[in-house]
T-cell receptor, first 111, second 111 residues
């Protein structure tokens, strides 16, 4: 069966510090991978999606970036965090009929 | 641009009631529609996926319907239980893009 992992589960970072969140998927090959952010009162916002290694599409211009160094690994990064980057970050995967499955999320607080 | 709306934003019912959650979308050219459940501080759990060619899907006490022409979907929960308390999210998929989410309906079932 397929599983998706995210780490860390929670993170508290100062403004201006770097960020690296990791997502890995097991039990499937060539998945589409997604990064979403959920902020209070704003719903789920798609940040990046990837259909293959090295292929990243950005939905929202911001100080975040994403990379896919391996087929089942998706990384969200920032060189300098802003207060507005606080939120709940969710990774998801899909194949075939596009049903999406989500990871447990990372709660990021920028102080 | 696709917009997804969920009404009501919050709902409180006594245990045992049957209830309906509503989802509407502005562009009927969808690939599929997915209902999710989210518990506080957790990731999303996929409940039901309806392909654009389908009218409904059922899983246990849950039944989701889809009317593409009117841009509506409903999630019916039979015989509600306190364990059903959560936020329910509706999301539509369009070819070549990731899911577009509504802001959710927060359900509280009292014993």
């Amino acid at each position: 069966s397929q599983t998706i992992h995210q780490w860390p589960a929670t993170l508290v970072q100062p403004v201006g510090s770097p960020l690296s969140l990791e997502c890995t998927v097991e039990g499937t090959s060539n998945p589409n991978l997604y990064w979403y952010r959920q902020a209070a009162g704003r719903g789920l916002q798609l940040l990046f999606y990837s259909v293959g290694i090295g292929q990243i599409s950005s939905e929202v211009p911001q100080n975040l970036s994403a990379s896919r160094p391996q087929d089942r690994q998706f990384i969200l990064s920032s060189k300098k965090l802003l207060l507005s980057d606080s939120g709940f970050y969710l990774c998801a995967w899909s194949v075939l009929n596009n049903e999406q499955f989500f990871g447990p999320g990372t709660r990021l607080t920028v102080l | 641009k696709q917009e997804v709306t969920q009404i009501p934003a919050a709902l409180s019912v006594p245990e045992g009631e049957n209830l309906v959650l509503n989802c509407s979308f502005t562009d009927s050219a969808i690939y599929n529609l997915q209902w999710f459940r989210q518990d506080p501080g957790k990731g999303l759990t996929s409940l039901l996926l309806i392909q654009s060619s389908q009218r409904e899907q059922t899983s246990g006490r849950l039944n989701a319907s889809l009317d593409k022409s009117s841009g509506r979907s409903t999630l019916y929960i039979a015989a509600s239980q306190p364990g059903d308390s959560a936020t329910y999210l509706c999301a539509v998929g369009q070819a070549g893009t990731a899911l577009i989410f509504g802001k959710g309906t927060t359900l509280s079932v009292s014993s």
